[in-house]
């Protein structure tokens, strides 16, 4: 499905198309954090991914799709001397973080048609009302969410990498 999405999109004739893959995860995004927080502290990661694995697909059945998505891209020679697998792990996060974030907004929507039907049958208890409210509160964080994560923290920082990208002279400076 994503091979059929960026061939109909305006990445048709992008020439790196190809290298943009997507993958499902062994851990959910909050697993795969604590994962990167234990091997920072030395602890064995195998034995934490083993144990983490097991334990959530014990608990939970597995994990769902939206949970497990990530996105990769396949960084070529000249591209790789600029973007480590560090700083390419970061940049995986963070789209889990927005694709999961905008999955939790339509989900929050469709409880607001939901909430939109129970309206017109005139069902107006206090816990009606306070499920509204606070439905409410959640679509209203949610969204100023993933806007401060688009708009106020991403778009400014590509927008300063590619000022510094033109700007450099020398390979050090690109670094």
């Not at 700083?87 to 409880?111: D, G, N, P, Q, T």
């Amino acid at each position: 499905m994503l091979q059929t999405a960026l061939s109909t999109s305006t990445l048709y004739n992008d020439p790196n198309r190809d290298l943009l893959t997507c993958s499902l995860a062994s851990t959910n995004l909050i697993q795969h954090l604590h994962l990167i927080q234990t091997a920072g502290r030395g602890n064995s990661v195998h034995n934490d991914i083993n144990n983490s694995s097991s334990s959530s697909s014990s608990s939970s059945g597995g994990l769902k799709g939206v949970e497990a998505l990530t996105l990769e891209y396949k960084v070529t020679f000249p591209v790789s001397l600029v973007l480590s697998k560090r700083s390419m792990a970061k940049y995986k996060l963070i789209s889990r973080l927005i694709y999961f974030s905008k999955h939790v907004e339509i989900k929050l929507l469709s409880c607001w048609i939901d909430h939109q039907v129970h309206k017109e049958l005139d069902i107006a208890s206090k816990g009606a009302q306070s499920a509204y409210i606070l439905r409410q509160r959640m679509i209203h964080f949610i969204q100023n969410f993933i806007y401060y994560c688009g708009i106020e923290v991403i778009s400014p920082r590509k927008h300063e990498m590619h000022i510094g990208l033109d700007n450099a002279s020398d390979t050090d400076e690109l670094l």
